[in-house]
């Protein structure tokens, strides 16, 4: 309440008291004039509808307006790549350790220096989950490379394949002049093509220097290590890949300053789905729950599990389409959902293309009118004050506000209103006790609720350092299905009825 307003305005009827023009009477012997009576004076008024609601509570931008005004909810939700390509055109990370002997040919040479070059092959093979891959675009890896050995000096290490080719499509070749006793190089861009699949043929030739070794045996030992081999695109076999995928989701429709539960009806639930692979996929759904405190948790789908197939199309299609209803808790809300998707169904064995871009999407849309019963919902609210700088005149002898509320909303709200102080942490006063009803228009036609407050001047002295009202309200719609529009609202219009008895001194 804006006692602001109200008091202003009972001082401007002290005013009126006392601006008589008194050149009219003959008042030299009248001390002053006995007043009093009632007057009734416009405090405040406010008026709510259910879309300046929802941008009180910061809802409307997932608010629907239909042309009749009909509301509703829409919650949308999507998952690119459940199953990803990305996911699938790696090899695992791979170790190697090779170790490489010639016998000595200069064991007895007596010359204490030699210059000489070895030379050998290695096939590495590749370790990989559900593909082969015959031929690809190197999007990221590198492979390094740890050397060991009896020879007194290693100068260089030439590494070639046959097949690996750079970007321009060259012969691959690296060349270390070593300083240390490992190198490494980078894979990204480079074209892989090979004749076995997930197999990399290696070249090594090392020049090396050596001081008279009377070992009958030289010996090189290397390690490799790759890592982060992954292919923007590849050509190759696809085995048949499954994947468990669990969605777990939350929702508020309302605010935290909500509780309870409501009955919802005609909820539109809309699945689909995308597979850019070049290979059938199939879903299917095991589990399918709607959460929340204080409701068992029930299944949204039926029957389950639902399967679908899913041909490649590179646009959206619908795969799934109900309306259900069922319980929700309108704060702390969720869903929970477990599938599994499968790649190549079909069992494909021919050599295919495939990029780290395919992938198997997914989207859910709901629509959630607002059509529902209401039991048990609470909802509260508050509003800031500064009643610091306020009294109440001593000519007041009782002041009694008005509040009516004039609602064309379905829905009956019992209200308690309280006064606070938030320095104290406590309440000051009740202004307006539990069991209030406000009404609900069940027919269409306003309904007008009246509510009593009596202010006396112990209450206002209570409530003078109070810097905020409580507001509470439960809401319930009496067992009926009701729907909300955009255009039904809550009016509020408070008067203040001020009984006076005050003496009006006049100069003589």
Do not use: W
Not at 15 to 23: I, V, Y
Not at 120 to 139: G, P, R, Y
Not at 294 to 316: D, M, N, R
Request: glycine share 4%.
């Amino acid at each position: 309440m804006r006692y602001n307003k109200l008091i202003f305005a009972l001082s401007l009827v002290a005013l009126l008291f006392t601006a008589c023009k008194k050149e009219h009477y003959d008042v030299s012997n009248v001390n002053g004039i006995n007043a009093e009576g009632e007057v009734l004076l416009p405090v405040a008024s406010k008026t709510f509808t259910m879309m300046d609601m929802m941008e009180r509570f910061q809802i409307d931008s997932i608010i629907s307006c239909s042309d009749d005004g009909s509301l509703s909810f829409d919650y949308f939700y999507e998952n690119y790549g459940v199953v990803s390509g990305e996911k699938l055109l790696r090899f695992n990370d791979l170790k190697y350790e090779g170790h490489y002997e010639i016998s000595n040919p200069f064991v007895s040479v007596l010359p204490s220096f030699v210059d000489t070059t070895l030379s050998f092959q290695h096939t590495l093979e590749f370790e990989t989950d559900h593909i082969s891959v015959i031929e690809a675009i190197m999007k990221s890896g590198r492979l390094e490379f740890t050397v060991a050995s009896n020879i007194g000096v290693l100068r260089r290490v030439i590494l070639s394949s046959p097949d690996i080719k750079d970007a321009a499509g060259n012969d691959f070749m690296v060349d270390f002049y070593l300083n240390s006793d490992n190198f490494g190089f980078d894979l990204a861009g480079l074209h892989y093509k090979t004749d076995v699949a997930n197999s990399l043929k290696i070249n090594f030739e090392v020049e090396c220097s050596y001081v008279h070794v009377l070992d009958s045996q030289l010996y090189i030992d290397f390690s490799i290590e790759g890592s982060d081999l992954a292919f923007s695109e590849m050509r190759g076999y696809v085995e048949p890949y499954d994947s468990r995928n669990r969605i777990d989701t939350t929702f508020n429709l309302f605010p935290d300053n909500m509780s309870g539960i409501l009955e919802v009806n005609d909820v539109k639930l809309r699945l689909s789905e995308r597979n850019t692979f070049p290979l059938d996929a199939r879903l299917t759904v095991d589990t399918a729950l709607v959460v929340g405190e204080g409701i068992p948790a029930y299944s949204i789908l039926e029957p389950l599990p639902l399967v679908v197939e899913l041909p490649v199309q590179h646009t959206f299609s619908e795969v799934y389409n109900s309306t259900l209803s069922g319980k929700i808790n309108p704060c702390g809300g969720g869903a929970i959902a477990s599938s599994l998707f499968r790649v190549n169904t079909s069992g494909i064995e021919d050599v295919i293309t495939m990029s780290d871009t395919c992938n198997l999407d997914v989207r859910v849309d709901v629509s959630l009118p607002f059509s529902f019963k209401i039991s048990d919902v609470r909802y509260f609210d508050t509003l800031d004050l500064d009643l610091t700088e306020l009294e109440l005149p001593d000519f007041i002898e009782k002041l009694t506000l008005e509040l009516t509320f004039t609602s064309t909303l379905p829905v009956n709200l019992r209200s308690q209103f309280y006064m606070y102080d938030s320095e104290l942490e406590m309440i000051t006063d009740t202004l307006i006790d539990a069991g209030e009803l406000i009404e609900a228009s069940f027919d269409g036609q306003p309904t007008h609720t009246t509510v009593s407050i009596e202010i006396t001047e112990e209450r206002i002295n209570k409530v003078l350092h109070s810097d905020r009202i409580i507001m509470l309200y439960e809401l319930d719609t009496d067992a009926r299905n009701v729907k909300l529009t955009a255009d039904q609202k809550l009016s509020l219009f408070v008067k203040a009825k001020a009984k006076y008895n005050s003496v009006v001194e006049l100069d003589n």
